[in-house]
């Protein structure tokens, strides 16, 4: 798959997003869901599900569904051992310093940890257990190990009409609440004494729908319509929605209705409400539709930072927890000079080091041998729905 600049920006930005929304500052609650009422993990799972269906169907489509299977599940582990490093920095280094600086943030994310240590690591090292901060990882891992079967099924005629409709059932279900008691029930089978909220923040029969569907147009490139075949009406629709809920998340912060907690469970981001998907929707016909006019300019840095997603994001991940560690949660304490300084060199550390992978890849790149290069065609990639 030829490097699609404009994907590496947006997945920058994504990253950019995530790493203001986590750190604790101000800007956190300034920039947190800028566009509405859709957060930085929407677009960042959905990208990345759609670089993975891009580059793994090509890879099925040259090398045979095997060598897919096996070049998807070689990335999934490389993934889990990212995800098991930063565990184990959180469970030595971060537990030790935040007890000893009694930093109530530190606690708090590894409440289990410190009540059961041992249940704890086997639970966290099989992703049963998930603090937060790191429950974003075991999600791609779980959604990664099934998109060989999901690409598989899609490269059959109409296969994808099969992968989609099952999605969407299995996310209409945990809007309903009609899966997670049997997930539970699953998980006090496995762990009693682990609470089932300690099993991460994100619903995974919810958010796979988003997954399923990067997979889906990255897959099916071609299924991604030109901008002059979207409907006016869906644009202008598309516009006004989003334009909306932008106001709305500025003028009333992120929860959308207050105290009314059944009307923002159609919000929910854990969840992933059905008002929450209709908002990423409209951005993302938006950004279909109006992104070209974005592709005369060159948004370098962004590009740089989404080219190293991985090493970026577990980077960004680390340096939270070192600075609730040593710092902890004080948001509206610290100085606002203090906390953009804080900002400013994270940013700046998460560009280094994305220039340093970016660099490693290179180098790794040019010393592969060019004998036995794939010969087919790009033609061949290309495949009716």
Not at 222 to 231: D, F, G, K, M
Not at 353 to 368: G, K, P
Request: proline share 5%; charged share 15%.
């Amino acid at each position: 798959m030829t490097r699609q600049p404009e994907l590496d920006a947006l997945r920058g930005l994504m990253l950019i997003l995530m790493a203001i929304t986590h750190l604790p500052t101000r800007y956190s609650t300034w920039l947190s869901q800028p566009f509405g009422f859709v957060s930085a993990a929407e677009g960042f799972v959905f990208l990345s599900a759609y670089m993975v269906g891009a580059i793994y169907t090509r890879r099925a489509m040259e090398d045979g569904v095997g060598a897919m299977r096996k070049a998807l599940w070689r990335r999934t582990g490389l993934v889990w051992l990212c995800h098991v490093g930063m565990l184990l920095f959180l469970f030595t280094l971060i537990a030790k310093i935040g007890l000893r600086t009694d930093r109530r943030a530190i606690k708090n994310l590894i409440s289990f940890y410190l009540e059961e240590p041992i249940d704890a690591l086997w639970t966290g090292l099989l992703m049963i257990y998930n603090p937060p901060l790191l429950d974003i990882l075991p999600m791609y891992v779980v959604y990664m190990v099934y998109s060989p079967l999901a690409l598989t099924i899609g490269l059959r005629r109409h296969g994808w009409y099969v992968v989609m409709a099952g999605s969407l059932t299995i996310w209409s279900l945990a809007q309903l609440f009609l899966i997670q008691p049997l997930y539970k029930e699953f998980i006090h089978w496995i762990e009693p004494k682990m609470p089932f909220h300690q099993t991460g923040a994100f619903d995974l029969f919810a958010w796979q729908f988003i997954w399923v569907l990067g997979l889906w147009m990255g897959s099916r490139r071609e299924v991604i319509p030109e901008r002059s075949a979207i409907p006016g009406w869906l644009v202008a629709f598309c516009v006004v929605f989003a334009v909306t809920c932008m106001a709305w998340r500025h003028a009333v912060g992120q929860a959308p209705f207050g105290t009314l907690t059944e009307f923002n469970l159609l919000f929910d981001k854990w969840r992933l409400g059905p008002l929450r998907v209709v908002n990423f929707f409209a951005l993302l016909v938006i950004v279909i539709r109006y992104g070209p006019y974005l592709l005369r300019y060159r948004f370098t840095v962004l590009e740089t930072l989404g080219r190293a997603s991985l090493p970026v994001f577990c980077a960004h991940v680390v340096i939270v927890l070192v600075v609730l560690a040593l710092i902890g949660d004080r948001i509206g304490v610290t100085p606002l000079w203090a906390e953009t300084v804080l900002l400013a060199s994270t940013l700046v550390a998460l560009y280094a080091i994305a220039l340093f992978s970016n660099r490693v890849s290179r180098e790794r790149r040019a010393e592969r041998p060019r004998g036995g290069q794939r010969t087919k065609g790009r033609s061949t990639a290309r495949h009716k729905a």
